[in-house]
């Protein structure tokens, strides 16, 4: 999959900045497509791309295929003439640093619903064209997402499981009832995926045409409030008679809690998926591959077992290993798909020689992150001179992780001392540009930094603490963020390495 060696920048879209509140598919993510090319970058990696719920986690969607409305830009529907620049005027005041959730939610939404009416009243043949195709290429899951979303409104937010059961359960008569009465808001619905996949499509378009890749994420599990489970549930193990999750996923206790994860969401009926030829997985990669280059399948070790919690309990203490058919999953992937899979495997945690083992007999790289590397001893598989092979992607660390600089300064004198004492002097920049420059000196293919630890920032910059629902996924970059300083230095450190384009693209050539 990575032919050369090559690095690349973690940033997610909602980090950009932006007049909105959050960042969006508008100008500034051209302008730090522009910054990656100018830095001999080759990889924009992203969190999943779905629409968020209760906890804005984008680990959490309403659907495994659809994109998340906020991050449509308002000036590019401005542009359109779906907005009016009067439409734009009088903004609240945004938190420059961080995602005001709920604020960014009053203030976009509206203006959604007004480009959507413009477009009913306005939109040329071409457009309501080009529209129509997009509804009719995308039925397979569109129709029932924008459905599940209507009603979940007219429901005041509430899960599916709530609903009455006649449309809980999905009863055909429930169905036609229901899709006749919102049939408005679910055409609004249809509307805001359009234009998402409609600027999406062009954004990727671009960081394509400068040689850079889209590295995707795909969570293994779905939320159990979301348009999958509720229009899937036969592959799902869910309780017959509530329709809660009978068997919840999770991980026991790790690095990241003593008493495990307890994620809540349902894990798969494997059984009844390996009956389909997989059927459901398949649509959903296929999915993903319409706007991605390359996929992280997060958790990827519950291919081959996974964590299975009983209804009930409030932690993931007491659970258990069960056996998972992803040999035969993948191998079905490679007939429809190719040999050449884009996946990358997220490798951490509780991993077996069976994990391993399945992982590199379909060749997929696994993740080595720096910060795991300095505690335990000289065998710490994340140490990179215990790299196996280049088939790997380094990362100084996750969206899960602390900040390199905030994971540093919290560690103790005497654990600062082991990973001082490793690299033998704290380069005069800081220790995040000597984890960054450990990263492009390993042998490892691609080599990935959050733009956190390119920035230097500290530990209340993290985008995530796993195990907390409330407080994620809010951080932001500024424009500035974007400069020559940075990108110049970066550029020098990629051709110090070895990491540059074989023909640098530039926005010019």
């Known amino acids: 999959m990575f032919r050369n060696r090559s690095s690349g920048i973690l940033l997610h879209p ?10 969006d598919l508008g100008k500034e993510a051209y302008h730090f497509i522009d910054f990656l090319s100018e830095s001999y970058q080759q990889v924009w990696q992203i969190l999943p791309l779905g629409p968020t719920g209760y906890g804005n986690s984008p680990y959490l969607s309403y ?19 779906l907005l009016a620049q009067h439409d734009l005027d009088n903004l609240p005041d945004f938190p420059l640093d961080r995602v005001d959730y709920d604020l960014v939610i009053q203030t976009k939404i509206p203006l959604l619903k007004v480009a959507f009416e413009n477009f009913k009243a306005q939109a040329t043949k071409k457009k309501q064209k080009e529209f129509k195709e997009f509804c009719d ?26 609903w009455d059961e006649e449309i809980a359960t999905r009863k055909s008569k429930a169905i036609e009832q229901w899709s006749d009465r919102l049939s408005d808001r679910i055409l609004f619905h249809k509307f805001l995926q359009y234009e998402f996949f409609r600027q999406w499509t062009k954004l990727k378009k671009y960081a394509n045409e400068l040689g850079i890749k889209i590295f995707g994420d795909i969570p293994i599990y779905v939320a159990h ?29 790790d690095y990241f809690s003593e008493t495990g994860q307890l994620w809540g969401n349902p894990v798969y009926d494997w059984k009844k998926l390996k009956k389909t030829k997989f059927q459901w997985w398949i649509k959903r990669i296929e999915g993903m591959l ?7 399948i997060d958790h990827f070790r519950a291919f081959e077992s996974f964590w299975g919690v009983p209804e009930g309990e409030e932690t993931a203490m007491n659970g258990e290993w069960i056996e998972a058919p992803g040999e035969a999953f993948f191998t079905i992937l490679k007939e429809k798909l190719g040999d050449d899979l884009p ?6 945690g509780v991993i077996t020689p069976e994990v391993e083992a399945l992982r590199d007999k379909f060749k997929f790289p696994g993740m080595k992150i720096l910060q795991f ?10 140490l990179p001179y215990n790299y196996v ?17 905030g994971w540093f300064y919290e560690r103790s004198p005497e654990e600062q001392a082991r990973v001082t004492d490793y690299l033998g002097c704290v380069c005069p920049d800081g220790i995040h540009w000597s984890l960054i420059r450990l990263a492009l000196g390993s042998v490892a293919n691609l080599a990935v930094f959050p733009f956190q630890d390119v920035l230097g920032l500290g530990g209340n910059a993290k985008m995530n603490q796993p195990g907390t629902a409330e407080g994620n996924w809010s951080w932001r970059c500024r424009s500035e963020a974007f400069n020559q300083d940075v990108s110049g230095h970066l550029k020098y450190l990629i051709y110090l390495y070895g990491r540059e384009p074989i023909k640098p693209i530039s926005k010019d050539s």
């Open 343 to 348: 996946i990358v495997a997220e490798d951490l």
């Open 63 to 81: 659907s495994a295929l659809a994109g998340n409305p906020l991050l449509i830009s308002p000036e590019k529907l401005l542009e359109d003439e």
């Open 389 to 405: 092979n280049r088939n790997c992607v380094v990362y100084t660390g996750t969206h899960d992780n602390n900040t390199t600089v």
């Open 290 to 296: 319409e706007y991605v280059d390359i996929m992280r």
């Open 137 to 162: 290429r995308h039925t397979y899951w569109l129709d029932d997402y924008a459905l599940f979303m209507a009603i979940k409104e007219d429901q005041n937010g509430a899960s599916w499981h709530k």
């Open 225 to 253: 409030d979301s348009v999958d489970v509720w229009s899937h549930r036969d592959i799902f193990r869910l309780d017959p008679k509530t329709g809660e999750p009978a068997l919840m996923a999770g991980v026991p206790p």
């Open 14 to 23: 909602t980090s950009l900045p932006s007049r909105f509140g959050i960042g």
């Open 373 to 382: 590397a300095f505690d335990s001893d000289r065998a710490n598989p994340f």
